[in-house]
């Protein structure tokens, strides 16, 4: 391979990986400095959780139609535009601590989840497509790597920026955001080739619209579901409406796409064995990674620390979960992505059945910290690199923007669901049994991801293909 291209392809994953830094970052800096924002505009803590969730559900509702303009219009082109819009976003969320207050800063948060929704499988897409078959694993992993490590520095940038400036600056937070993407705008324009369009014909113009409205409606009725309390919470109305009208529109939605000549979702993946069961395995690594939120809680309860130092234990995931994807990556390429994927899930069903009943029951640093770093191990080989090869591995080049983003929206919606799940197992049992209950729970997710996943076949793919 020439020093040429090789330079090509390392300008695509530096360019790439740096909007998913960006992305990632942003998704979770803005939680632990919510009760601030909150004060200095006068909210209440039901109110205040809607900079939080207006941008988780925007999120998940846009990905697999950003990923569509993208397949359609050019993944570099519609990645350059989304860096502006994030840009813009974060700008107008900056903006609203002096002008337009709390409805500002939704109509921000909003523009900003738009953005991030098109650069994050933007991203994967391009990597993963644009490596030969045999470096696509390694670059995959070195993208998830980036991702794990923004998710988890997030929470950590934020606080550092607000102690930083002062709580009454917190508008900083958002307004660092303009250089970088300036910066990472340009170096898209100089480095990256300029792609032509993937798909002719009109875009699904209708599908889309409804496509949205049924996932943030879906998304809006889940999370207000009681998982330990089903009866009661599928009463409310702000459950049972939200769920209703999405099935209505679904329904609909199917009705539509079999018409369609160019639909925003194809319904033909759902025909597809491979790809039925990467999505539900992506669902479940979903419900395990958000499972992380939870990990600091656990920590302080065992060891009986100060509210907030369980943050720290975060670390031995954080660390070995940058390991993960890279190597994992690597072990891809050389076997494929079921080993890698089940041994991911096998540790880290290892890992949970030891925190739940060694570590509960004889807490120690040590034993937490070599239990969570296995975890976080595990976390690195399951996560991002396995399922984004296995979709694109099952789906025309062409499509795999899409491809990528409609896993993506699965495992979001897994960690829509499984918060209410876990936190339910706590709020149920007084003590240690509560966490202990969690623990196998998200194991026996683990396990459920492991028998999916054992079912997967890769297709067989001759040369010609892959050129």
Partial sequence: MSKKKDSGF?????????????????VGMV?????????????????????????TLFYAA?????????????????????????????????????IGGFPMLLAGRIIQASGAGGMIPVANAEIGTSFPKEKRGFALGIAAAVSGISNVLGSG??????????????SVMFYIAAPICIILFILTRI?????????????????????????????LGLKGLDFFNIGASITNPMVWIPLVLSIILTILFIFVERRAK?????????HSKPIVITMITSFFIGCIIIAMMLVPEYAEYIMNAPAGSGGYYMLAIGITSMIGPPLGGKLVDKWGPKPVLISGLMLMI?????????????PSIISLVIGLAVVGLGLGFAMGSPTNYMILENTKKEDSTSAIATVALVRQVGTTIAPAIFVGFI?????????????????????????????????????????
């Fill in 31 to 55: 939680a632990p400095v919510r009760t601030v924002i909150q004060l200095d505009l006068g909210l209440d803590d039901s109110t205040g959780i809607w900079m939080i969730n207006i941008y």
């Fill in 191 to 219: 480095f990256l080739r300029k792609n032509t369009t993937a798909e002719s014909g009109k875009m699904d113009y209708a599908g889309s619209v409804l496509f949205i409205a049924q996932i943030l409606l879906l998304l």
């Fill in 427 to 467: 709020s149920e049992n007084n003590g240690i049994l509560g966490y202990q209950q969690m623990l196998i729970c998200i194991a026996v997710f683990c396990v459920i991801a492991t028998l999916f996943t054992i079912f997967y076949r890769s297709p067989i793919i001759n040369k010609s293909q892959e050129m």
């Fill in 10 to 26: 390392a300008s695509i994953l530096v360019i790439y990986c740096l909007g998913l830094l960006i992305g990632g970052l942003f």
């Fill in 157 to 170: 940038v934020g606080s550092a920026i607000v102690q930083l400036v002062g709580a009454e600056n917190w």
């Fill in 350 to 362: 290892g890992a949970y059945l030891f925190l739940a009943f060694y570590v509960s029951v004889h």
């Fill in 262 to 270: 160019n639909p925003v979702f194809h319904i033909e993946f759902l």
């Fill in 62 to 98: 846009l990905i697999p139609i950003i990923g569509k303009v993208a397949d359609k219009y050019g993944r570099n082109r519609v990645f350059s535009i989304c860096i502006l819009v994030f840009m813009c976003g974060a700008l107008i969320c900056g903006l609203s601590a002096k």
